[in-house]
């Protein structure tokens, strides 16, 4: 069965720095990776997605991640954050592919980011 | 183009009640998937349906049940409440391309007494 391991349920950073949210899947099969954030009583916004096309995944709002799969991660990086980059952030894999739909998605417990000023 | 839209946004149920969540998906969107997100937790799967037939369910007792309709809107319905259902009930939708990307509605806050 996939999972995904979400190291770092807490994460805090200093305006500027980098930001860096890990990630770990468990897969039989190719998978497909995507990291979500999540603002405050708000649902679930996309920010980028992993398809085993380029192993190195840019998003929205300068986040990038990077599929590594011998080591089974896919991190999300951001080089310099900024105070409205404080969220909660959800790494997921699809769990299988159907024809004429998605699979469904397997959350990590998430990671909540604080940026200090 | 609207996105994702849920009703209603904030619920309160007492235990033993039943409740019916709405979700109404992006336009040209034909799957439609629920979550149930606890507190602290990431979201788990409950159900997706895709041109009205479910097409998967995930590890949550009989109580819950879902349908979707001939406009591809859906409802989650959850009987015999507990207070455990306490949860944001998230709707996503994706197109039936297969690329993958579900889009999430801002949520049903559901809190049961």
């Known amino acids: 069965a996939q999972s995904v391991t979400q190291l770092g349920s807490h994460v805090s950073v200093s305006e500027g720095a980098l930001v860096l949210l890990r990630c770990n899947y468990s897969s039989s099969v190719p998978p497909y990776l995507f990291w979500y954030v999540q603002y405050p009583n708000q649902g679930l916004q996309l920010l980028l997605k992993?398809?085993?096309?380029?192993?190195l995944v840019k998003g929205i709002n300068g986040f990038e991640a990077e599929f590594k799969k011998s080591e089974t991660s896919f991190h999300l990086t951001k080089p310099s954050a900024h105070m409205s980059d404080a969220a909660e952030y959800f790494c997921a894999v699809s769990d299988k592919n159907y024809g004429g739909s998605q699979g469904n998605l397997i959350f990590g417990k998430g990671t909540k980011l604080s940026v200090k000023p | 183009d609207a996105g994702v839209t849920q009703s209603p946004t904030h619920l309160i149920k007492t235990r033993g009640q039943h409740v019916t969540l709405r979700c109404s998906p992006i336009?040209?969107?034909?799957?439609v998937s629920w979550y149930q997100q606890v507190l602290g937790q990431g979201p788990q799967f409950i159900f997706q349906y895709y041109e009205k037939e479910e097409r998967g369910r995930g590890n949550f007792p009989d109580r819950f049940s879902a349908r979707q309709f001939p406009n591809y809107s859906s409802e989650l319905n959850v009987n015999a409440l507990l207070l455990g259902d306490s949860a944001l009930y998230l709707c996503?939708?994706?197109?039936?391309?297969?690329?993958?990307?579900?889009?999430f509605g801002a949520g049903t806050r559901l809190s049961v007494l």
């Open positions: 336009s040209g969107h034909k799957s």
């Open positions: 992993y398809t085993s096309a380029a192993t």
């Open positions: 996503a939708s994706t197109t039936s391309e297969g690329r993958n990307i579900q889009y």
